[in-house]
T-cell receptor
Framework: QKEVEQDPGPLSVPEGAIVSLNCTYS??????FMWYRQYSRKGPELLMY????GNKEDGRFTAQVDKSSKYISLFIRDSQPSDSATYLC???????????FGPGTRLSVLP | GAVVSQHPSWVICKSGTSVKIECRSL??????MFWYRQFPKQSLMLMAT?????????EQGVEKDKFLINHASLTLSTLTVTSAHPEDSSFYIC????????????FGPGTRLTVL
């Protein structure tokens, strides 16, 4: 079993749809959870980070962490064509610890 | 958000030459930086962890003598690909950790290396 699993997609949705991206993980010691967006031929961009369980909202983005289920989600409301990218989840044990990435989900938002 | 820069953004070199890639945290100090490699349509693969003032920690399977890492200051880490070969052609991305809790990792824009 891989340490972090993520559906690679591709996921295609119409403009304006709510997008749900998910990752599962096996190591219950992870404490920090991140979502990155990566456009083609660019470095990843940090979207959201959360510590432990709970929800965090920032504009059209909401991140959820359920440590009991070892499951994290990123919701994108009112999706736009500019949201078309690869979304990577990542998690870390703590300070200065390497981040473990999911393989990424390719999202296409169709106008 | 915090800014991490990489230079150069794109480099082409001949087989057998060495290439140096710089990673800088522009508006914060980073005691820890990471170097990743990414192949097309694949996720990031960690190569090494770079700590300021000490030797880098390499992941299994990464050749230390081929990928030289120097973290000379709190804002600069360099990756030197020595005696590059075509199979070293890839997208190299660095990242830097900001904050006392080390909870935020910011990525550079990446460097595309093509070895002819």
């Amino acid at each position: 079993q891989k340490e972090v699993e993520q559906d690679p997609g591709p996921l295609s949705v119409p403009e304006g749809a709510i997008v749900s991206l998910n990752c599962t993980y096996s190591n219950s010691a992870f404490q920090y959870f991140m979502w990155y967006r990566q456009y083609s031929r660019k470095g990843p961009e940090l979207l959201m980070y959360t510590y432990s369980s709970g929800n965090k909202e920032d504009g059209r983005f909401t991140a959820q962490v359920d440590k009991s289920s070892k499951y994290i989600s990123l919701f994108i409301r009112d999706s736009q064509p500019s949201d078309s990218a690869t979304y990577l989840c990542a998690m870390s044990l703590g300070y200065g610890q390497n981040f473990v990435f999911g393989p990424g989900t390719r999202l296409s938002v169709l106008p | 958000g915090a800014v991490v820069s990489q230079h150069p953004s794109w480099v082409i070199c001949k087989s057998g030459t060495s290439v140096k890639i710089e990673c800088r945290s522009l508006d914060f100090q980073a005691t820890t930086m990471f170097w990743y490699r990414q192949f097309p349509k694949q996720s990031l693969m960690l190569m090494a962890t770079s700590n300021e003032g000490s030797k880098a920690t390499y992941e299994q399977g990464v050749e230390k003598d081929k990928f030289l890492i120097n973290h000379a200051s709190l804002t600069l880490s360099t990756l030197t690909v020595t005696s590059a070969h075509p199979e070293d052609s890839s997208f190299y991305i660095c990242s830097a950790i900001r904050g006392l809790a080390g909870s935020e990792q910011f990525f550079g824009p990446g460097t595309r290396l093509t070895v002819l």
